[in-house]
Nanobody, 125 residues
């Protein structure tokens, strides 16, 4: 079992930046692929970014390309989401997700076995 805890959410003005962190604990000796998802009320949870276990392959939803960066520090069992040039449309609860690693990255919510509790990001316009 792996436990995931997100941090770093908050309220920011449009154009500002936030960095989310996701710390993993438990069975962290295995290799895990990771993802960041977000969800607004009345909308389905959507992928924001994904990263393979080595950090060498990443994927972004089109709406955040060039603004968000996913990265990981395996020595610290932590995954990050750097969010720049934030827009009001980025407002959502952001979730960290993990699964045992395979080839490449994983894009669907059903691909992931482990989820954090979520952290709220609110961007004021």
């Amino acid at each position: 079992q792996v436990q995931l805890v997100e941090s770093g959410g908050g309220l920011v003005q449009a154009g500002g930046s936030l960095r989310l962190s996701c710390a993993a604990s438990g069975r962290t000796s295995s290799r895990y692929a990771m993802g960041w998802f977000r969800q607004n009320p009345a909308k389905e949870r959507e992928l924001v970014a994904a990263i393979d276990w080595s950090g060498g392959t990443t994927h972004y939803v089109d709406s955040v390309k060039g603004r968000f960066t996913i990265s990981r520090d395996n020595a610290k069992n932590t995954v990050y989401l750097q969010m720049n040039s934030l827009k009001a449309t980025d407002t959502a609860v952001y979730y960290c997700a993990g699964r045992l690693a395979g080839p490449g990255v994983f894009l669907r919510t059903t691909d992931y076995a482990y989820w954090g509790q979520g952290t709220q990001v609110t961007v004021s316009s």
